[in-house]
């Protein structure tokens, strides 16, 4: 069984510029979420793809958007890069359909914004 | 969901258990109480969750008091490995995780 991959592993930016992330759900998972990690801070929700669609969303502005496939996978993209953006973003997936959901996370994307 | 307490830090020494508590006073009945631990600058790893019932898993034992106000995650043999951060999460279905500041575990050789 495969568990839950994220591209690239490192990144770096300069303010103003857009990126996208890459996140693969672990197998026989449905639902996507995404997190935000600041340095010495626990992970911040982002929000959370289900069935290709938003399905809850954390207190973050509109250039953070998302997308999920028809395969469950996942994109981040932010635009408008500022410098605290810089952050470990963390994937997870879990099953929606069966509890107890417990997330499953991936190994990060560092994103490093100058 | 329900917000956790925990003591920012806890020492363990190496081989011996480390009992991480946590304080969920205002749980309700259908939330369940998650814990994952991070290792510096890796992914949350899921580690175990309950309900009502006490649970144990491979890597950890999970104690819930009767009232459900608080539980207890032990590490029955600590290793020097298991020096992570530890959160504890109250959380109702498949909503999103509330990361609070955890505990930092270290164990000592």
């Known amino acids: 069984e495969t568990g839950v991959t994220q591209s690239p592993t490192h990144l770096i930016k300069t303010r103003g510029q857009q990126v996208t992330l890459r996140c693969s759900s672990q197998?026989?998972?449905?639902?996507v979420s995404w997190y935000q990690q600041a340095l010495g801070q626990g992970p911040q929700f982002i929000f959370q793809?289900?069935?290709?669609?938003?399905?809850g969303r954390g207190n973050f502005p509109p250039r953070f958007s998302g997308l999920q496939f028809p395969n469950y996978s996942s994109e981040l993209n932010v635009n408008a890069l500022e410098l605290d953006d810089s952050a470990l973003y963390l994937c997870?997936?879990?099953?929606?359909?069966?509890?107890?959901?417990?997330?499953?996370f991936g190994p990060g994307t560092r994103l490093t914004v100058t | 969901d329900a917000k956790t307490t925990q003591p920012p830090s806890m020492d363990c020494a190496e081989g011996r258990a480390a009992n991480l508590p946590c304080n969920h006073s205002?749980?309700?009945?259908?939330?369940?109480v998650y814990w994952y631990r991070q290792i510096h600058s890796q992914g949350p790893q899921y580690i175990i969750h309950?309900?009502?019932n006490n649970e144990t898993n491979e890597m950890a034992s999970l104690i819930i008091t009767e009232d459900r106000k608080s539980s207890t995650l032990i590490l029955p043999h600590a290793t020097l490995r298991d020096t992570a951060v530890y959160y504890c999460?109250?959380?109702?279905?498949?909503?999103?995780?509330?990361f609070g500041t955890g505990t930092r575990l270290t164990v000592i050789p």
């Open positions: 997870a997936s879990s099953p929606r359909d069966r509890p107890p959901y417990e997330q499953y």
């Open positions: 197998s026989g998972h449905n639902t």
């Open positions: 793809y289900y069935r290709e669609e938003e399905n």
């Open positions: 205002t749980i309700s009945g259908n939330e369940y």
């Open positions: 309950g309900l009502k």
């Open positions: 999460i109250a959380r109702t279905g498949a909503n999103n995780l509330f």
